[in-house]
């Protein structure tokens, strides 16, 4: 009855091997990380002082809530190429907000910028499904309109935040029990998104969405419903890091966030999210995005020119895809010979 | 063991005379079938009988467009699959569409997971309810690794599960043992049998006579999309189905000339790939048309592909006259004087947004280019002088190639390989979705094809096409040679036999 073709052994083994894989995907980005810190520490002592660990934190926050909204498109088989410029909008939107109303809430400010993240987002989403055309190219053109509105908006204007509200500029500089606010918002942002992912019928259906579009249709999920819903958490998320990175950096203007959309492309696959959706998590994006920003600051604790940083990051982008390349081939071919029948 | 169904048994669902139409292609005339609680129904016909469309019919993938449909004996009409699904219906298809990326248990349960604290998945309570569903089906699959790399045996067991979780009354399984092994067969049909006892109403679809005999309690015979009858197993004999399922008179169909036949031009010996066929070994002569029959998925497209240099294989040799061809090279292939027209002809055989010139002369940019320049003026004239010879209808050579008809394509895509002055020219399924008055169209000009010297490798499914059109016929069964037939010798029956492997196969 529950003989097999194969021998019994082979296939519940290449299950917990794939399983395996799969664990190690975050596993390994974590594990790179950590390598990366512990050898930078060791010839250089002074990267691990209370000072740099702070700044360490505090220089991927935004990347990491930024990584986290985009692997959630990701996920979908999808791509938002313009969050760079949404940053930029959110970013500029709030230094004119403290510039018009100085005495605005602070908690309000963060709630614009949210939601106004979470329209743009909207857009890119409801064109996307809408038009059907791939993300890539709608997210590609929305990337140069939201750049062109800040650009006019802009013009050569520059806020410098810190010196307008004190309060909103020193929140970059507040901690919690030593760690610093924005980084235990990322922290959160990560652990409910990961909840979400994981959890959730919704999440499971992004998933499902990524894996086969065409299957999830045919199953009955709302999949414009939930693909629109990705897009307004990566804008939504997105503008909330617009608004931290208003605090966290002197000035706001025309170009901030340019080309950012690349380098958090790059933290969501290095982390382990497949670039044609349906695997990887939004805990492994996270993990990427630190790595991607302590790599900088590493290797100028190490006195490695700038330069080789760039292809350092490609070299590690390439290695992730490959990865996952090698690991389907693989695949494939155990399948073809062990689902032979007669040869 | 075998339950005798009485007519008392009220029908699970039926569907009556109905129509499904895509443009001018009757694909359904007269879809009926009645298939009630606790049984298995089988389903024959021979391909393109509307097995499929009355399939999706049921599946709510397609409308059909006149008829009377009824579930539980009450009216419905889906416009969905979600309706379908609803009503009480799943259908398992050949391939199982599952998300590659999530556990069996999510694939089970997808949109319908058991929540627990807070809304969140309750993911103990989802493994334990899958265990449970392969313990009830008798099959150890684990429910937490994920779907990828799964045989086809298995996620059809998993597909099993998922209607079983959704209490589905009615399973439709199309075609379901085409990919499997003997032993996953019987996996299948002792999970089918223990569905029927507990009173599903199963629809059984297959090309393999001893399963439907071995498996099904009554058999419902489709013909050229109509209905032809419904009997009860006992009643009817093999040779009997296939006389309904053949039913026609083959020799008017098809105009063949006769063809001087010559040299032996493709010479394939002892092709093999792991897999996907064995020791594969044949010769196609000058002026012959060689046929490969068989079920889908026996291996013959690719063989095909393998010859013409696209796929690899493992062992074995190609000659084109006499001469070893390079494997894996189909530019090689090409300038031996191999031409391929492939089975998928809008995605593999023609560039759909070029004009029917630029498509016609697309195997000749080679030799129409002077200084890698290609002569629009010479391109004009060897397109305008192709689509005359084959008599391809179109308003200009200019438009698109996506706007002529289905038979008009396919003559772009020959004409295109013959533009080449190929020795050998393999065509895939030649007429599949062309209607029946190009189909004789596309069938005189590959027989004046034959005539002219040229040795045709022809691949079809569609056995009035083999018997009507080929000097040899290769019957193929998972991935080799059941029986090898020549024009005198070749039946209907004969070929059915063979390329199911009932034991009668004697060839």
Same mark, same amino acid.
């Given at each position: 009855?529950?003989?097999?073709l194969?021998?019994p ?5 290449a ?5 395996r894989?799969?664990v190690?995907? !975050? ?8 390598v990366?810190?512990?050898?930078t ?14 700044d ?14 985009l692997?959630?498109v ?5 791509v938002?190429l313009?969050i760079g410029?949404?940053?930029g909008l959110s970013?500029?939107?709030?230094g004119s907000?403290?510039?018009?109303f100085?005495?605005i809430p602070?908690?309000?400010v963060f709630?614009?910028g949210?939601?106004?993240g979470a ?6 989403g409801?064109?996307?499904t809408?038009?059907?055309v ?6 590609l053109?929305?990337l140069?309109?939201f750049r ?8 050569s204007?520059q806020?410098f935040?810190?010196? !307008?509200?004190? !309060?909103?500029g ?7 029990w ?5 980084a ?9 998104a ?8 919704a999440g499971?259906?992004l998933?499902?969405i990524?894996?086969d579009?065409?299957a999830?249709?045919?199953f009955g999920i709302n999949?414009t419903g939930?693909?629109v819903g990705?897009?307004?958490a ?5 503008g909330?890091?617009g608004v931290?990175?208003a605090?966290r950096?002197n ?8 080309g950012?959309?690349?380098?958090i ?10 670039i044609?959706?349906g695997s990887?998590t939004v ?6 995005a630190?790595?991607?920003t302590?790599?900088t600051?590493?290797l100028a604790?190490l006195?490695v ?6 292809a ?7 290695a992730?895809i490959?990865?996952d390349?090698i ?12 689902e032979a029948r007669n040869? | 063991?075998t ?11 039926e569907?009556n005379?109905?129509t499904?139409s895509?443009?001018?292609v009757t694909?359904?005339?007269d879809?009926?079938i009645e298939i009630?609680?606790?049984?298995i129904?089988?389903?024959v016909g021979e ?7 009355l399939?999706k019919?049921?599946a709510?993938?397609?409308?059909p467009d006149?008829g009377h ?10 416009r969905?699959p979600a309706?379908?699904?609803d009503?009480g219906i799943s259908?398992?298809y050949?391939?199982p569409t599952?998300?590659?990326d999530l556990?069996?248990a999510?694939?089970i ?10 809304g969140?998945i309750?993911?103990a309570?989802m ?5 449970e569903?392969?313990a009830r089906?008798?099959?150890?699959i ?6 990828e790399?799964l045989?086809i045996?298995?996620q059809?067991?998993?597909e ?5 979780s959704l209490?589905a ?9 085409a990919?499997l092994s003997?032993v ?13 006892d507990r ?11 001893d399963e439907v005999? *071995?498996l ?13 009858a ?6 009817i004999?093999?040779d009997g189905l296939?006389r309904?399922m053949?039913?026609r008179?083959?020799?008017t169909?098809?105009p063949?000339q006769?063809?001087?036949i010559?040299?032996a031009v493709?010479?394939?010996s002892?092709?093999?790939r792991?897999?996907?066929f064995?020791d594969i ?6 002026g012959?048309?060689?046929?490969l029959?068989?079920?889908?998925g026996?291996g013959r ?7 013409f240099?696209?796929d690899?294989?493992d ?7 006499g001469?070893?061809?390079r494997?894996h ?5 090409i300038?031996a ?11 593999q055989?023609l560039v759909?947004?070029l004009?029917v010139?630029?498509?016609v ?8 280019a002077?200084f ?5 003026k010479?391109e004009?004239?060897?397109a ?7 008599q391809v209808?179109?308003?200009?050579q200019?438009?698109s190639?996506a706007?002529?008809s ?10 295109k390989?013959l533009?080449?002055a190929p020795r050998?020219?393999i ?7 062309i ?5 004789a169209?596309v069938?005189?000009l590959?027989?004046?094809l034959a005539?002219?010297?040229?040795a045709?490798?022809?691949i079809s499914?569609e056995?009035p096409?083999?018997?009507g059109?080929a ?5 193929m069964?998972e ?6 037939l020549?024009? *005198?010798?070749?039946?209907?029956e ?7 492997a009932?034991?009668e196969s004697a060839?």
């Open positions: 009855m529950s003989q097999t194969s021998p052994v082979e296939r519940p083994a299950g917990r091997a794939l399983g894989t799969f190690s995907r !975050e596993f390994s980005v974590f594990a790179a990380l950590a990366l810190i512990i050898v520490a060791i010839i250089n002592p002074r990267f691990l002082a209370a000072q740099g660990v702070k360490l934190l505090l220089n991927s926050t935004i990347f990491v809530i930024m990584a986290v909204g692997a959630v990701v996920i979908t088989n999808n938002d313009s410029s949404i940053l970013a500029f939107g709030t907000l403290f510039h018009a100085p005495s602070i908690p309000l709630l614009i949210i939601v106004f329209v743009l987002g909207a857009i890119n409801l064109v996307v809408i038009a059907g791939p993300s890539l190219v709608i997210t053109g929305t140069y309109i062109g509105i800040n650009n006019a908006w802009a013009g204007t806020y935040i810190g010196n !307008e509200p004190k !309060e909103f020193n929140l970059s500089v507040q901690t919690l030593g760690i610093p606010l924005f235990v918002a990322a922290l959160i942002v990560v652990i409910l990961a909840i979400f992912m994981f959890g959730t019928r499971r259906d998933y499902a990524g894996s579009t065409e999830a249709r045919l999949v939930r693909v990705a897009f307004v990566s804008g939504a998320l997105t909330l890091a931290l990175y605090s950096f000035s706001v203007g025309a170009d901030t966030g340019t950012f959309e690349l380098q492309v790059a933290a969501v696959v290095v982390g382990g999210v497949a044609f959706g990887g805990t492994g994006a996270a993990i990427g630190v790595l991607l302590t790599m600051g590493a604790a006195n020119s700038k330069f080789w940083q760039q350092i990051v490609g070299a590690l982008i390439i992730a490959l990865l390349r690991l389907s081939v693989r695949t494939a071919r155990k399948l073809r010979v062990s040869v | 063991m339950m005798s169904p009485n007519s008392a048994t009220p029908a699970a669902l569907l005379s109905a499904k895509f443009g001018a694909a359904l005339a879809g009926t009630r609680f606790g049984e129904h089988a389903l391909n393109g009988a509307g097995k499929s469309t399939v019919i049921l709510g993938v397609h409308q006149s449909f009824t579930v539980n004996g009450e009216h419905v009409s889906f969905s309706d379908s699904k009503a259908v398992i050949q391939e599952l998300f590659p556990t069996v999510e694939n349960f997808i949109g319908r997971q058991p929540r627990g604290r807070l969140l309750d993911r309570s493994h334990s309810q899958a265990r569903l392969f089906l008798g099959v150890p684990d429910p937490d690794r994920v779907a790399g045989s045996a298995d059809q067991i998993i099993i599960a998922k209607a079983i209490d009354r009615i399973l439709v399984m199309d075609e379901p043992t990919a003997g996953e067969v019987e996996r299948l049909f002792a999970v089918a049998r223990s569905l029927r009173g599903t109403g199963i629809l059984f679809i297959s090309h393999r006579f005999f *071995d099904c309690d009554r058999i419902t015979v489709m013909r050229d999309g109509a209905f032809i419904t009997h009860d197993t006992p009643d004999t093999v296939v309904e053949v039913g008179d083959i020799a169909l098809f063949k006769d063809a001087a010559g040299e493709l010479s394939v002892n092709l093999t792991a897999g996907v064995t070994s044949f010769d196609v002569r000058a012959e048309i060689v046929a029959a068989g079920l889908v026996a497209t690719e063989v095909a592909r393998a010859v240099g696209i690899r294989y062992t074995g040799t190609v000659l084109l006259s001469k070893p061809i494997a090279s189909p530019q090689s292939a300038d004087g191999m031409g391929f027209v492939p089975e998928d002809r809008r995605k055989g759909m947004d004009s010139a630029r498509n002369t697309l195997t000749l940019r080679r030799t129409l002077r890698g320049l290609i002569n629009a010479d004009r004239r060897v305008e002088e192709w689509s005359a010879r084959l209808k179109t308003g200009s200019d438009l190639v706007t002529l289905g038979g008009n394509q396919q003559k772009v895509v020959i004409a390989w533009a080449t050998l020219l065509v895939d399924e030649p007429t599949r979705g209607d029946v008055g190009t189909k169209e069938h005189r590959i027989s004046e005539v002219q010297g040229i045709v490798l022809m499914s056995l096409e083999v018997l059109m000097d040899t016929i290769l019957v069964h991935g080799r040679i059941s029986a090898r020549s024009r *005198d010798e070749a039946t209907a004969a070929v059915l036999h063979a390329a199911s009932s034991p060839a």
